[in-house]
């Protein structure tokens, strides 16, 4: 292949990525996901490391002002689940949950959406260690990654998330979500 075809190939492919950008829809959508929820912290008498099944409830809007990038604001709500673990002859469990407000970077590839996430969770925390009960909450940020594919008005969408909460170790999500875009 010579220079001009190489260089022809090339602004092809860099025309489609600005078609397939230029026609990708915009606007308001709405989505749910599940997945699992890790909670690790020191409770004391020994190391909690449970996950559990959580869910998820989004809806948003996609501005495609950039020529490369696109821009989201999402809103939704979270439910971690309730892991469980016996630690040190106890049994203890956690159940967190809250609404979530967050920023979207997409770089869109055609079909494919690979994006950033940084927000806030407005969490609600219930403890329990061997029948005692102790609640909590608070407002703190997340941040997480991921890959969406959409056809027409239908998205799926992988992502890690990873929650900054104050009073536990750490938080983290894996989940597969499908939407819906207006």
């Not at 292949?1 to 990708?24: D, E």
């Not at 890790?38 to 409770?43: E, K, Q, V």
């Not at 998820?56 to 709500?77: C, Q, S, T």
């Amino acid at each position: 292949m010579n220079r001009k075809h190489v260089m022809t190939l090339a602004a092809g492919l860099l025309s489609s990525l600005f078609i397939s950008h230029a026609l990708a829809a915009g606007g308001l959508y709405v989505g749910a996901g599940i997945g699992q929820a890790t909670i690790r912290d020191d409770t004391g008498s020994g190391n909690f490391d449970a996950s559990d099944a959580a869910y998820k409830a989004f809806v948003g809007y996609r501005f495609n002002l950039l020529p490369i990038f696109d821009l989201a604001a999402e809103a939704g709500y979270t439910d971690f689940g309730k892991p469980s673990q016996s630690v040190g002859g106890q049994n203890v469990q956690f159940k967190l949950h809250g609404p979530d407000a967050a920023g979207l970077l997409i770089f869109p590839l055609g079909p494919l959406d690979f994006y950033g996430k940084v927000g806030v969770l407005s969490w609600s925390l219930d403890a329990s260690t061997a029948g005692t009960s102790s609640s909590k909450t608070g407002t703190d940020a997340f941040y997480g990654v991921g890959i969406g594919f959409q056809i027409w008005k239908i998205g799926i969408r992988g992502e890690y998330e990873y929650y900054k909460i104050k009073d536990v170790d750490r938080v983290q999500m894996y989940s597969l979500s499908a939407l819906f875009q207006f």
